[in-house]
């Protein structure tokens, strides 16, 4: 009856690390309508703003609109080329977080770049890496279990 007790146990954890990690998951998923918007003609776009970013970094990029006081720090990733294709003058509709005040003027939470209703930049947050993570863990440690279990070693 023991061994039964521990693979319940066992079991229950591993829901719960499951539930936590589809719940962050779901919770990262928010509609662009829950950010702040901003549309306007693009009057700066380049890799580098004044000294940022540190060293020789090619995966950032700074956008500044004209209607927007702080210029937009942008973590290109796999956009990059999608980014560099927008010139100056364009108009789009940036996604971003409210901030009260910019770090040395610039604003980090961009969240979406829009060109004529296409999406051109879309940020990923490392969130959905954990969430994914722990769903993996959770369902490893239950097939492990389960195999324990059935050797009667658990």
């Known amino acids: ?3 039964q007790a521990r693979f319940r146990i066992i079991l229950t954890f591993c829901a719960l690390i499951l539930f936590a990690g589809y719940y962050i998951i779901v919770d990262i998923k928010t509609d662009l309508k829950d950010f702040k918007q901003t549309t306007g003609t693009i009057i700066y776009l380049n890799k580098q703003f004044l000294n940022h970013p ?8 700074y956008i500044s609109i004209a209607n927007y006081p702080f210029m937009f720090e942008i973590k290109a990733g ?8 927008l010139q100056t003058g364009d108009k789009v ?10 770090n040395n003027g610039i604003n980090k939470t961009l969240q979406c770049i829009e060109k004529d209703k296409l999406k051109i930049f879309e940020a990923s947050s490392m969130l959905f890496y954990v969430g994914s993570l722990l769903i993996a863990v959770s369902v490893v440690i239950s097939f492990l279990s389960f195999i324990l279990y ?5």
């Open 1 to 3: 009856m023991i061994l």
């Open 150 to 154: 059935k050797k009667g070693k658990l």
């Open 54 to 61: 540190g060293g020789n970094n090619q995966q950032y990029r």
């Open 93 to 102: 509709t940036l996604y971003y977080n409210d901030i009260s005040e910019a």
């Open 78 to 85: 796999k956009f990059a080329n999608s980014i560099d294709k």
